[in-house]
């Protein structure tokens, strides 16, 4: 994405020629899973401040965030979905770049995002949830997303969110067809979606028992399931290449994060079986 360069810094020439080096990498994706055979994106920021700026640390924003009201609390774990999510969408947009988030709830994850330096708006079916979403985002759009309408969208946007949004349409590809034609040249689509093929889920189906459950993986409300390699086929068909694809790996009482790093480069290493869901960053297909 970004070529990192090491900032030489001169000296006197009574010391030594020292070379400082500052650089910021992601680790712990699948590998190959960013761009051809690359690893995640590396950004740097030189000593001098004259580097490219990195963008702000989403694990810190989740944390300076609020518990959040939505339907579900936000992570602030390392490498659990709202880290890699919010990751993918910093990476992604330009500084000041405009998201339009569907599902957008309360507003809780747009927070992040905001507080991040960029500019939200979203949709919510629930009218309650998108009151409070207002409160953080420029705009909130409420209604059927299925039914929905993009002309109504002021402008193009640098990213369009799907965060655990897509499993409960009837028609994701219908929307995702329409709201592509909303992306700014150069903008991604950025989702994040459960994966039924994991393991969990697998041993239950030895068992037996398909049982759906009030959240997670088997929610009652998720309408479409997904694994790894049908996600992709699915994007495909929505008009999009995938350019990265990576498993969120959480493990009970694993918190630090050395600890969480490692797990999450062990589980992608076998994506389609540990991952409990995928974050993916895609693009509209030439």
Do not use: K
């Amino acid at each position: 994405m970004f070529p990192h360069r090491p900032t030489v810094t001169s000296r006197p020439v009574s010391r030594p020629l020292r070379i400082r080096v500052r650089v910021r990498v992601r680790v712990g994706e699948e590998p190959g899973e960013y761009g051809a055979g690359m690893a995640a994106p590396v950004r740097t920021r030189s000593t001098d401040g004259r580097g490219i700026p990195a963008p702000p640390d989403p694990l810190q924003l989740l944390r300076a965030a609020s518990g959040g009201d939505g339907y579900v609390h936000l992570q602030t774990i390392p490498y659990r979905t709202h880290h890699l999510l919010a990751r993918a969408v910093l990476d992604v947009a330009p500084p000041g770049g405009r998201v339009f988030e569907a599902g957008v709830s309360s507003g809780y994850f747009a927070s992040v995002l905001v507080a991040g330096g960029l500019r939200v708006d979203g949709h919510e079916l629930d009218e309650e949830a998108a009151e409070r979403a207002r409160e953080v985002c420029e705009q909130v759009h409420v209604g059927n997303l299925e039914t929905f309408d993009p002309e109504v969208l002021d402008s193009p946007y640098d990213v369009l969110l799907f965060g655990d949004t897509l499993e409960h349409l009837a028609d994701p590809v219908s929307v995702l067809r329409r709201l592509r034609t909303r992306l700014a040249p150069g903008g991604a689509l950025v989702v994040s979606v459960p994966n039924v093929a994991n393991w969990m889920v697998r041993l239950s189906l030895l068992a037996g028992r398909f049982r759906y459950t009030d959240r997670g993986i088997m929610d009652r409300t998720h309408l479409r399931f997904y694994t790894r390699a049908t996600l992709r086929e699915m994007l495909v068909e929505a008009g999009f290449t995938v350019e990265s694809m990576v498993g969120a790996v959480p493990v009970p009482f694993v918190t630090s994060e050395g600890a969480a790093r490692l797990t999450h480069r062990l589980g992608n290493l076998r994506p389609s079986l540990f991952a409990y869901g995928f974050v993916v960053v895609a693009r509209p297909t030439p």
